[in-house]
T-cell receptor, first 112, second 109 residues
Framework: DAGVIQSPRHEVTEMGQEVTLRCKPISGHNSLFWYRQTMMRGLELLIYFNNNVPIDDSGMPEDRFSAKMPNASFSTLKIQPSEPRDSAVYFC??????????FGEGSWLTVV | GIQVEQSPPDLILQEGANSTLRCNFS?????LQWFHQNPWGQLINLFYIPSGTKQNGRLSATTVATERYSLLYISSSQTTDSGVYFC???????????FGSGTRLQVQP
């Protein structure tokens, strides 16, 4: 199994630019999660989907963040406009509902 | 929301030593997982253990759901065990994992 695949692995962008992070979950999984990891706040849930439907987006920091899951094999997390405080590692994860959650390798975002 | 507390926050061991990491949680849970984040940032599943005891090589875990804690045991530690160990729980109301702040382990040769 290929595991959860995220892209890009690393991105450096200038403040104000749009950032799009991509995720391909494990085939057959029906839950998808976006987490953010920072030194100050640790690992925090941003949003998750069940069967492509957003269930809980209460962790999305503000309107600059949006996430979509147009089909079972693809999701995006978009930040527009980006700010330096958005610098973090963004993880995508997937699972069968209620079962073991598997993480991708993360997208390391730096906004300068 | 559910609170997850891990202890100790930091741990330094000599190679070959044993250790116990603890995770306390504030409410009933349907799911508990232990992860290892290696020095390259990868989050690796160790155990899916909402209750009972499991073992995988030198690692084992026990969750006592009624008393709201879980323990991760590492025996005969190796330098490759270094990294951060996270406990994450799925509370009965929410269907996504809430993470503790982790235990940072350093195993010295």
């Amino acid at each position: 199994d290929a595991g959860v695949i995220q892209s890009p692995r690393h991105e450096v962008t200038e403040m104000g630019q749009e950032v799009t992070l991509r995720c391909k979950p494990i085939s057959g999984h029906n839950s998808l999660f976006w987490y953010r990891q920072t030194m100050m706040r640790g690992l925090e849930l941003l949003i998750y989907f069940n069967n492509n439907v957003p269930i809980d987006d209460s962790g999305m920091p503000e309107d600059r963040f949006s996430a979509k899951m147009p089909n079972a094999s693809f999701s995006t997390l978009k930040i527009q406009p980006s700010e330096p405080r958005d610098s973090a590692v963004y993880f995508c994860a997937s699972s069968l509902i209620g079962n073991t959650i598997y993480f991708g390798e993360g997208s390391w975002l730096t906004v300068v | 929301g559910i609170q997850v507390e891990q202890s100790p926050p930091d741990l330094i061991l000599q190679e070959g030593a044993n250790s116990t990491l603890r995770c306390n949680f504030s409410d009933s849970v349907n799911n508990l997982q232990w992860f290892h984040q290696n020095p390259w940032g990868q989050l690796i599943n160790l155990f899916y253990i909402p209750s009972g005891t499991k073992q995988n090589g030198r690692l084992s875990a026990t969750t006592v759901a009624t008393e709201r804690y879980s323990l991760l045991y590492i025996s005969s530690s190796q330098t490759t065990d270094s990294g951060v160990y996270f406990c994450a729980v799925l509370d009965t109301g929410r269907r996504a994992l809430t993470f503790g702040s982790g235990t940072r382990l350093q195993v010295q040769p």
